[in-house]
């Protein structure tokens, strides 16, 4: 069983910069991958960015590419998303997603589809101001 808390969200000014952090506990094993995904009102939860627990490997959402990066602390079981920039049109829930499907598995798969993974957190609000 995996367990994900995220933290970090809040309000921001169009321009400015937050940091999402997310803690796994439980069996986190090597072929799992983390991924950030975002919710909008009414609308389904769609990927941001993931990142391979083993390697290190990422991927990013088009619309936050060059803007957000994904990192981990092995260490400390923890997984960011430095956000920059940040627009009006990022305000969502944000949620901390775990897969356990092996990466290359769930980079030739669609890994912006939410059911790609099977452990969430109970999401984090972002609002972005203009």
């Known amino acids: 069983q995996v367990q994900l808390v995220e933290s970090g969200g809040g309000s921001v000014q169009a321009g400015g910069s937050l940091t999402l952090s997310c803690v796994a506990s439980g069996y986190i094993g090597s072929r799992n991958s983390i991924a950030w995904f975002r919710q909008y009102p009414g609308r389904v939860r769609e990927g941001v960015a993931v990142i391979a627990i083993d390697g290190g490997g990422t991927r990013y959402a088009p619309s936050v590419e060059g803007r957000f990066t994904i990192s981990q602390d092995k260490a400390k079981n923890t997984v960011t998303l430095q956000m920059n920039s940040l627009q009006p049109e990022d305000s969502a829930m944000y949620y901390c997603?775990?897969?356990?499907?092996?990466?290359?598995?769930?980079?030739?798969?669609?890994?912006?589809?939410?059911?790609?993974?099977?452990?969430w957190g109970q999401g984090t609000e972002v609002t972005v101001f203009s």
């Open positions: 997603a775990a897969s356990s499907m092996g990466w290359n598995g769930l980079t030739m798969m669609d890994w912006r589809d939410d059911r790609m993974f099977g452990y």
